[in-house]
């Protein structure tokens, strides 16, 4: 069994990060608090399909490394967190398990946003993480499915973080769940799923609900979890390119302080000090009297339920306090962490919203059609790597202009503090670097 130590250091030198979507160092996550060690592989987002589909295939390599993981950090046992519709992956994983008595499968309902690791550490172990705090505090820790597979292939195969796994779904000739080499592009992943089926096509990064809007040369990085193509004039793409200030002004002419938003905010049913209908009432009215308003949005989760579902008269309280949180930031205020207990709400389980009532409220129903799993690489003639594809300091380049190099070579080294190192996704001549990133094309035939 390797120590702590030593995982830490393959984890940085091979790459491997949080492939859900905060990019978070995996090594950076090892304690020797830790008691429980959690895999996610709820999928949060509606229409994302493929860690539940990997899962499902690599049962016994990414158990295996679950287990590793948890003696490596003294943890008194491993769950995997999966929702309960997802019987075929379950089983896969109560077979293997049969070798492993510390781990369980603890099957969750199916609602939204059940994969918030806050969310899902309530679910699985009864543990409240106290708002402003982090699932340490509570001697817990959370990896994403693809993360845990890509910590077996750097322990057990010497091999680093050179592909993404994602979801190519939506308005695509044949939806799909592929690898992509780290820094291809969104165009590339719409070419392997047979291309655009509509004339003007908009493409989500990530999931319709919290995702953000990209182009077809939008790089696909080690988090990118899902390239969502809809119709420009989609209600959830016209979401995302709202105008703020006018959103505010709607709060102002129309919120009748239903408290819906807050009653149905996943966060505030665990005891976190976040309430969106008390800001939009403090927009509506310019009321700056009571600031704990607005520093109490630093608590908001960015869920979007609040708006995207929540909402009778269609406002936008998530858009609102988003721009709140981002002054926040820019001032240097930070989420305090409240040490009082929190109150869970003893109604909570009444107030979850189930996957399949989100996804027909915001038009997707449609779209949830089969993404078949593929466990090849997608082909392409170029990449453009990014040395910050992570929280933490970016990568230092340790290459040059025509270096022809390896598919999982090193080509940025892992800075001093938080961080870790990037490789080649392909083999091929560097073709240009700066200290953001490096190009390579791939070398075709006798070049």
């Known amino acids: 069994m390797k120590q702590i130590e030593e995982l830490k250091a393959i984890a940085k030198e091979n790459g491997v990060v949080g492939a859900g979507g905060a990019g978070f160092p995996s090594y950076a996550k090892m304690s020797d608090k830790a008691e429980i060690v959690i895999l996610n592989c709820v999928?949060?987002?509606?229409?994302?399909?493929?860690?539940?589909?990997?899962?499902?295939?690599?049962?016994?390599?990414?158990?295996?490394?679950?287990?590793?993981?948890?003696?490596?950090?003294?943890?008194?046992e491993a769950v995997i967190?999966?929702?309960?519709?997802?019987?075929?992956?379950?089983?896969?994983?109560?077979?293997?398990?049969?070798?492993?008595?510390?781990?369980?499968?603890?099957p969750v309902r199916s609602t939204y946003p059940m994969g918030d690791e806050v969310i899902l550490i309530y679910e699985t172990t009864g543990r409240v993480i106290k708002p402003g705090g982090i699932p340490i505090d509570e001697n817990v820790v959370v990896y994403n499915t693809e993360t845990m597979y890509n910590l077996y292939r750097a322990v057990h195969e010497?091999?680093?973080?050179c592909e993404k796994l994602l979801s190519v779904v939506g308005e695509v000739e044949h939806p799909i769940s592929v690898f992509a080499p780290v820094g291809a592009t969104v165009g590339d992943v719409i070419k392997a799923a047979g291309g655009v089926t509509v004339k003007e096509p908009a493409y989500i990064m990530g999931g319709p609900m919290m995702g953000r809007l990209g182009s077809e040369d939008t790089l696909i990085t080690k988090t990118t979890n899902a390239v969502i193509v809809l119709q420009k004039e989609h209600t959830m793409v016209r979401r995302m390119v709202k105008n703020i200030e006018i959103e505010k002004r709607r709060a102002a002419?129309?919120?009748?302080?239903?408290?819906?938003?807050?009653?149905?905010?996943?966060?505030?049913?665990?005891?976190?000090?976040?309430?969106?209908?008390?800001?939009?009432?403090?927009?509506a009215n310019n009321d700056v009297s009571d600031l704990s308003v607005f520093i109490n949005s630093a608590y908001c989760s960015s869920c979007g339920l609040c708006e995207n579902y929540s909402c009778p008269q269609g406002l936008s309280p998530?858009?609102?306090?988003?721009?709140?949180?981002?002054?926040?930031?820019?001032?240097?205020?930070?989420?305090?962490?409240?040490?009082?207990?929190?109150?869970?709400d003893k109604d909570r389980e009444l107030k979850?919203?189930?996957?399949?009532?989100?996804?027909?409220?915001?038009?997707?129903?449609s779209y949830d059609v089969p993404a078949p799993f593929t466990d090849s690489v997608i082909e392409v003639d170029s990449v453009r790597i990014p040395m910050n594809q992570h929280i933490g300091a970016p990568a230092a380049v340790s290459v040059k202009t025509g270096d022809r190099v390896t598919r999982g070579q090193k080509i940025g080294t892992a800075p001093e503090g938080l961080g870790v190192a990037i490789h080649a996704s392909i083999d091929g001549t560097v073709e240009s670097v700066n200290e953001r990133e490096v190009v390579i094309r791939r070398v075709k035939g006798n070049e």
């Open 158 to 161: 010497n091999e680093p973080v």
């Open 318 to 344: 998530r858009s609102v306090i988003a721009q709140f949180k981002a002054g926040l930031r820019a001032a240097g205020i930070r989420a305090e962490k409240i040490e009082e207990p929190c109150r869970v």
């Open 81 to 106: 967190g999966i929702k309960d519709a997802h019987v075929h992956t379950i089983a896969a994983c109560r077979e293997v398990i049969r070798d492993y008595p510390k781990v369980r499968v603890c």
């Open 43 to 76: 999928e949060c987002e509606p229409l994302l399909k493929p860690h539940r589909q990997f899962l499902y295939y690599k049962a016994f390599e990414i158990v295996q490394m679950l287990n590793e993981l948890r003696e490596a950090m003294g943890a008194r």
């Open 352 to 365: 979850k919203v189930p996957v399949k009532r989100l996804k027909a409220k915001v038009g997707l129903y």
């Open 253 to 283: 002419s129309a919120c009748c302080q239903c408290r819906t938003c807050t009653d149905l905010c996943p966060r505030h049913a665990l005891g976190h000090p976040i309430e969106p209908h008390r800001i939009m009432r403090a927009v």
